[in-house]
């Protein structure tokens, strides 16, 4: 139980274009979910808190008009990437938590390369 | 405001060797504290957890003890193998079932185990 899933797992874009990943809570119900950003051998920085049917909140000096997170239902959170560029590259993991619990669980992952 | 701090790396053990990884935490409020590990290429999967003062979480061979007077989450294992091989990451939330439970990592620490 408690399975996150996170579509593409891999993606190259060409800069300037945009990207959505998907993240799914394949068996629980999700009213929060993480965007996290992490840079090679470095920690998780957070992107922003998702809350199902209202505006997602950003950590301090996340882009929110380049970052576009809607969670329009319990099970799925979608970030876009908007007019990517090179520095967007990075491994970008959600996290969705167990409705009344502190509980998180981690999607793989979503490798996003901008050429 | 909440921090963690693990030991630096890389760590490199050989196989059966006994591990420790040093986590210290400051918080406000009463914090439930994880341990989380990384494998290659892939998001993060809870490892084990603790909610209160003196729990023990364990899981797989580690084991962590969630010590209040000094504010500590040490992990450990008495026997490593080569597929202990990855990233662990120490981290705190001090929101149990609130809106936000946002998670606070440390920088990660990576342990290579030779066979």
């Known amino acids: 139980g408690a399975v996150v899933s996170q579509h593409p797992s891999r993606v190259i874009c060409k800069s300037g274009t945009s990207v959505k990943i998907e993240c799914r809570s394949l068996?629980?119900?999700?009213?929060?979910m993480f965007w996290y950003r992490q840079f090679p051998k470095q920690s998780l920085m957070l992107m922003a808190t998702?809350?199902?049917?209202?505006?997602?909140?950003?950590e301090q000096g996340v882009e929110k008009d380049k970052f576009l997170i809607n969670h329009a239902s319990l099970t799925l959170s979608t970030l876009t990437v908007t007019s990517a560029h090179p520095e967007d590259s990075s491994f970008y993991i959600c996290?969705?938590?167990?409705?009344?619990?502190?509980?998180?669980?981690f999607g793989p992952g979503t490798r996003l390369t901008v050429t | 405001g909440n921090s963690v701090t693990q030991m630096e790396g890389p760590v490199t053990l050989s196989e059966e060797a006994f591990l420790t990884i040093n986590c210290t935490y400051t918080?406000?409020?009463?914090?439930?504290l994880f341990w989380y590990v990384q494998y290659p290429g892939e998001g993060l999967q809870l490892l084990l957890k603790?909610?209160?003062?003196?729990d023990k979480g364990s899981n797989k061979g580690f084991e962590a003890t969630y010590r209040k007077e000094t504010t500590s989450f040490h992990l450990e294992k008495g026997s490593v193998q080569v597929s202990d091989s990855a990233v662990y990451f120490c981290?705190?939330?001090?929101?149990?079932?609130?809106?936000?439970?946002?998670?606070?990592f440390g920088k990660g620490i990576t342990l290579s185990v030779r066979p």
């Open positions: 068996d629980f119900q999700a009213t929060t």
């Open positions: 918080a406000t409020g009463y914090p439930s």
């Open positions: 981290a705190l939330t001090t929101l149990s079932t609130g809106a936000n439970s946002k998670l606070t």
């Open positions: 998702s809350n199902e049917g209202s505006k997602a909140t950003y």
């Open positions: 996290s969705a938590r167990v409705s009344g619990t502190y509980e998180q669980y």
């Open positions: 603790a909610t209160k003062a003196d």
